[in-house]
């Protein structure tokens, strides 16, 4: 597993949804979460591994881009974009859940990845302004429901809406494990 080595956007008190202090290192943050050896992601050398997923969650909107505050205008962290492009130019596939589809939509031009629905669906689908904010970066957004995953084959990119979608965990997790079977069967 592998972060980036940077503080992070800030750092939420979830219990209170607030901001607290210190902020934290992304790289730390990780480690502590993942219970395991978690490295820099300036250390990741693409050769060395098969397929690349990333997990989405407000991490990747607040850490590794900065969607969260910038939206279709944001940068994308140079370590995670050129880990991105050294897949592609490698041909090994990748995949990517919940928001961190928007990473893809950023980095790869014209790739085909999914966040779900457009439509809100009466709340069903509270992020689904997100489908058209990938189409105006230059990608395209292929609608699919929580349980499922789009495969781009040409760019070797699978994606799943995961937490997009206000629905029940088993639901989200029968998409992210569809997205781990797609991802492997591109090996």
């Not at 940077?6 to 219990?15: E, F, G, L, N």
């Amino acid at each position: 597993m592998f972060a980036p080595d940077v503080a992070q956007m800030h750092t939420i008190d979830h219990t209170k949804g607030e901001p607290i202090e210190p902020n934290r290192n992304v790289l730390v943050e990780s480690a502590r979460i993942a219970r395991g050896n978690v490295q820099a992601l300036s250390k990741l050398n693409t050769p060395d591994f098969d397929a690349l997923i990333f997990p989405g969650g407000f991490g990747a909107a607040k850490n590794l881009s900065t969607w969260a505050v910038d939206n279709i205008n944001c940068t994308v962290n140079a370590e995670v974009e050129n880990v991105i492009k050294n897949f592609r130019s490698h041909e090994k596939p990748m995949g990517f859940a919940c928001i961190s589809p928007v990473l893809a939509a950023k980095c790869i031009p014209g790739v085909e990845v999914t966040v779900g629905k457009a439509d809100e669906d009466s709340g069903r689908w509270p992020y689904a302004g997100t489908a058209s904010a990938i189409t105006k970066c230059g990608a395209k957004h292929v609608e699919t429901d929580v349980t499922d995953s789009h495969v781009d084959r040409t760019n070797k990119v699978v994606s799943t809406p995961a937490y997009m979608c206000d629905t029940a965990v088993h639901e989200i997790f029968d998409g992210i494990g569809k997205m781990v079977d797609d991802v492997l069967a591109l090996i």
